[in-house]
């Protein structure tokens, strides 16, 4: 219950902050952080347990059938990254309510934050990796609402646009991979897929598998060549940046390679991929760091070479690597998020982030100087502070693997310039921000410091910066042990967190990083030059413009398919299932199998023989409308009849009625187009309809007599079996309609009832005068309504209501069911407003047919819901025989009111759509409709 509770308070929370609005700007921050500190406190209760090392996992079944289960899962790695999410985000929380102006909409702002909260809190704390890809890409679609939420922007709206383009394309990848994964190992539940380690990675679907998750890391972690959408979000407010880049979004990428890790590390595949890629981040980042003139675009990329650094770790495959990488996953969220808040601080008080012009601070800020120079140090990995012992924990682990053979230097080499570059670039970030001369055109002059409360934030995480550098076994030990320790699955092995370790190889490494960012830094100007020189590739044009091609490709094909022609679709559609036919019987060896068939009598034989004479009239005589729609009518009713010859009553039936009610649609419609189609087909399009035709008619056919003649499997044994002990009624059609597929029959009505509403706003407000005239100029009769019509409508009327109202009540054991009934009923009352027109009838039905179709689907689900409140599965039937002294015994079945819903739903939609075809038939002079 406290897991659930942790994740579902700030989605609980979304509405505090629209709520509170209006109420001020502190209200409404505060109504912001009440669900996140709520769920902090539940969360730090948990300590102790998980400290100790348990994991606590909760689940509840969803959907078993398809591996999703409401399962959670709270351990140290979840832990950490839960903490991390809820802390800094209240950070962030205090922070905005500053940062945004008083013009701006702070409770949507907050809503989307809290959306995107609760949203990464499902990931890291998810047990069942469907459910985990739900949250997954739900942090997709909320990151797109904070990165955009100044839409004005064009950079923001572009983007948010990039963002959830790749993060959202690296998530469908993800998709593919988590259900090969949980096919390998036999379960979705992360227990289960971490206990089955070995079984993975000795699979043959092992490569595609990881490729595919790793696509899906690699994209929202920012990896080269991966990492061009991120620099790009920083068109997003500085509150979003700092909680993206330091807790949340970009972490869900190393989070998901901590998290599978014992499932997936150990194999050169692994090796090769994560770590390569992770070093070409790592130096990529730094570099590009260093010349960016934003603010945010140097923090951008230093947050993408670090995470290099921390997929490069992953990527060694030993025990005390994966510590090092969770180390500098602590570390990184505390002096990045401060340093953006720095960020944003300058930018509100200067009104500016371009560091050609924000020079010489350090007098007008002081304050906010000392702190952005700690956490800069910090990020470089100046001794005393938490970066320099994760750096030191890293440069160790490059130079114990030994993977690559003799190019084992590179790796170290790498490491170390990247980490020249990372001095450098936090050198730049405090000598071009806080010294460096004056201001130069600030929009904001003089610059001062920020309100009292702004600061607070970065105080707080410059406090960790500088308490976990100097005393990390007192502070972060513990933490980072329980981390450790489920990432790797098991024992955590020997490290030291001594600020100190002695003069060695890694301390040499640390020291070249230091000068060598002293002097790279100084040397600045020659590279820029260099830089500037190079070819400009602007990452966001690039996206834009293949976009615009993927567009306009898909434009090209649209066209080419999408001609408007419906021959053509029908044609590529019988061409498409004749090759299928045609490839799946080409490899059997004998078209006949060993069940005989069944004989022939002399009535069904003449059935096929009318059935197939009537369709062919019905292609003769398509070109006069009426005609092809009486034969094509017949061709209907023989369909009906071949039901019941071969027993399907409930088939016959349905059958019938829907035919009625098809014909009566197709002549409502056919009466507003002319009588004759004109000839426009060519003759060799009318050989390529007659060869189709034909040659899809003899490969159906030949497809029928290759299953009718071998032995089969049916499922129709089981609903035989269960259909009076699961349902309580022997029409098994019915049965399986209103209790084994009731879901399925629940989701069809309602399909036809927004199907009816479309149709009727279609049509709503539409007239459309009918031809006076038949195609001969003969004047059409005057009497709309002829007496013999409507004297047979008003006997027929309670006829078939009688008759409805039979078959609605005998369809749980006989022939019959609410959809059948629906459309008798429906059928007699149309027959009222062809026979009397729409204002008569409607005076005597004064009836809302929105308001049945609507009231017929919620008695559905509220008869699904009913067995739910007695504790079982949803739309689950419930029948009793019960005893009346006059009327005897009788069955009564919940799947009555579920089939009364049907009826309602069929009877509202039906009429909804044909009585309003029948409103748009006005001519000149009369008013009354056809």
Known sequence: MALALIIALPFLGVFLPLLADRMGRSLCALAAAIGPAAALVLLWLQQPAVFAGEVQVVSHSWLPELGLNLSLRLDGLGFLFALMILGIGLLVILYARYYLSKQEAMGRFFAYLLLFMGAMLGVVLS????????????????????????????????????????????????LAGILLLGNIAGSFELSDVLAAGDTIRSHGLYPITLILILLGVFTKSAQFPFHFWLPQAMAAPTPVSAYLHSATMVKAGVFLLARFYPALAGTEWWFYLVSMTGMATLLFGAIMALFQHDLKGLLAYST????????????????????????????????????????????????????????????????????????????????????????????????????????????????????VFSVAYSLRFIHDVFFNGEPKDLPKYPPHEPPRYMKIPVEILVFLCLLVGMLPAYTVAPLLASAASATLGGEVPYYSLAIWHGFNLPLGMSV??????????????????????????????????????????????????????????VAFLLLSALILIITALSPMESLSGDVPLTPLDGITVLGMVVLCVMAVLTVVFHRNRLKALMTLSCAGLM??????????????????????????????ALFFMPDRTPMESSSLRGLRDVLLAGGTGIAVALLAYAVMTRPYDSIASFFLENSVSGG??????????????????????????????????????????????????KPWSKDSHPMVLDSIARILLPMALLVSAFIFLRGHNLPGGGFIAGLITAIALILQYV??????????????????AGLGVLIAALTGLGSLAFGAPFLTSAFDHFHLPLIGEFELATAL?????????????????LSNIGHVSQDETSKEVL
Request: some cysteine; glycine content about 10%.
């Open 512 to 569: 070249v990083a230091l000068i060598g960012g002293i002097i790279v830094y100084a040397c600045r100007e020659p590279l820029f030059r260099w830089y500037n020189g190079m070819p400009e590739v602007d990452a966001k044009e690039l996206f834009e413009l293949l976009n615009a091609r993927l567009v306009k490709s898909a434009r090209w094909v649209t066209k080419l398919m999408e001609s408007g022609s419906l021959q053509r679709y």
């Open 897 to 913: 009111l579920f089939d009364l819903g049907v009826y309602l739903a069929v009877v509202g939609s039906t009429l909804l759509i």
């Open 835 to 852: 026979a009397h027109g729409v204002e008569w009838t409607q005076r005597r039905m004064p009836w809302s047919f929105h308001s049945i």
């Open 639 to 668: 369909v009906a009849l071949a039901f019941a010859r071969y027993s399907a009553p409930d088939l016959a039936l349905t059958q019938l009625s829907v035919e009625v009610v098809t014909i009566i649609l197709l002549v409502l």
């Open 728 to 777: 309580g009624g022997t029409n098994v059609v019915n049965v399986i309609l209103v209790d084994f597929r009731g879901f399925d029959t629940l989701g069809e009505i309602t399909v036809l009832a927004i199907a009816a509403i479309g149709i009727y706003g279609l049509l709503a407000g539409l007239h459309l005068p009918h031809p006076l005239t038949d195609p001969n100029g």
């Open 127 to 174: 047990e069942n990796m469907l459910l985990m890809l739900m949250f997954w890409e739900l942090t997709s679609l909320s990151s797109f609402l904070l990165i955009g939420f100044w839409s004005g922007s064009s950079d923001a709206r572009r983007g948010s646009r990039m963002a959830l383009t790749v993060t959202g394309g690296g998530g469908l990848a993800l």
């Open 304 to 419: 993408i070479s670090h995470l290099g650094l921390i997929t490069l770790l992953f990527g060694f495959n030993t025990d005390l690597s994966s510590v090092a990488a969770v180390f500098h996953i602590i570390n990184h969220a505390t002096f990045k998020a401060s340093l953006f808040m720095a960020a944003g601080i300058i930018d509100h008080e200067t009104g500016s982030r371009d560091m050609r012009r924000i020079a010489g601070l350090w007098k007008y800020m002081p304050h906010t100087a000392v702190l952005a120079m700690v956490a800069a140090s910090a990020m470089a990995g100046v001794p005393l502070l938490n970066g320099f012992l994760s750096k030191e924990m890293f440069f160790t682990e490059t130079l114990n693997q030994d993977l690559l053979g003799i190019f084992n230097w590179m790796i170290p080499t790498v490491a170390t310039l990247a980490g």
